[in-house]
């Protein structure tokens, strides 16, 4: 299968082009050479490439920087999916979207099912959800996968801290699941073989707070490290996060027949 992922220097296209190459004939590009708000760059190469599927990583992800930089931040993740969806539309290519579980916003304090109503409440995720608004007036054969907090992908937040002999700062104490990326792309390696189109969750099966985890990962792999607990309120030009952004997956657990890792399993295996 033909492949062509956008955003493909990022922290979850690098993980892809390398992962799904073995099998797939992948076309990976970085902003520089696929810039998601160039319609006519993107228009060309897809037309050279016209490939089987699309998997749209391209995005400002740092929810801070979003916040505080807000017409860009539409600019990629908005505009940018537009574009991408608009040239699958055009010549009937399936689209693969990640997206966020801070779509869903912060009113519930149970894990989000696929079907429950999306209020985000920072600009990342309103950003997002918009993205998937045009996906879905847009196309019908489509993907879109509604991730938590990566953890073991090449460029991670979470690996940063270990390497970094500072104590960690955890500034959000929310409830989270977590997302391996290597349970990822299984997971998109066998969506893409469907057409069991529509939104999916895709987390590790249980939840817990970020510190809780955090201390997990600490133990288990024997640092000697603090973790410093700052209210959010304390912090200035910080995006607000939801006190709970757990998501259930079960939908996709169930339409495709694939197993769920604990937080501890995904945490043995950094």
């Known amino acids: 299968m033909k492949i062509l992922i956008s ?39 897809i037309c050279k490439i016209y490939p089987d599927i699309i998997l749209h990583t391209a995005a400002i992800t740092d929810v ?21 969806a608009s040239m699958c539309y055009k010549f009937n290519i399936p689209l693969v979207y990640i997206s966020t579980s801070y779509v869903y916003g912060d009113h519930k304090s149970l894990p989000y099912v696929e079907t429950d109503i999306c209020d985000p409440i920072n600009i990342f995720g309103k950003t997002k959800l918009e993205g998937e608004n045009l996906i ?19 460029k991670c937040s979470i690996l940063k801290m ?19 990326m290597k349970d990822l792309s299984f997971f998109i390696n066998t969506i893409i ?5 529509g939104i999916y969750n895709l987390s590790s099966e249980d939840y817990s707070s970020k510190y809780d985890i955090v201390n997990r990962l600490l133990k288990s792999k024997g640092f ?33 027949s694939i197993a769920l890792r604990t937080l ?7």
């Not at 690098?14 to 006519?40: A, G, N």
């Not at 304390?234 to 996709?252: F, V, Y």
């Not at 399993?265 to 950094?270: Q, T, Y």
Request: net charge negative; hydrophobic share 30%.
């Open 7 to 45: 955003g493909g220097n990022g922290n979850i296209g690098s993980y892809l082009t390398t992962s799904l190459s073995d099998e797939h004939q992948i076309y990976s590009f970085s902003k520089d050479d696929f810039d998601v708000t160039d319609k006519v760059k993107i228009y060309d190469i």
């Open 64 to 84: 801070d920087y979003c916040e505080a930089n807000e017409s860009l931040a539409y600019s990629t993740n908005t505009l940018g999916t537009l574009n991408i």
């Open 136 to 154: 879905r007036t847009l196309l019908n054969n489509f993907f879109i996968i509604r991730t938590s907090w990566i953890i073991d992908s090449y």
């Open 162 to 180: 270990l390497d970094n002999p500072s104590p960690i700062v955890l500034c959000s104490l929310e409830k989270t699941n977590v997302t391996s």
């Open 193 to 197: 073989k469907t057409d069991n189109y």
């Open 224 to 256: 000697d490290k603090r973790i410093l607990e700052l209210p959010e309120k304390l912090l200035e030009d910080i995006a607000t996060r939801p006190k709970c952004c757990a998501i259930s997956s079960k939908k996709s657990k169930d339409t495709f």
């Open 264 to 270: 501890d399993d995904i945490i043995v295996k950094l």
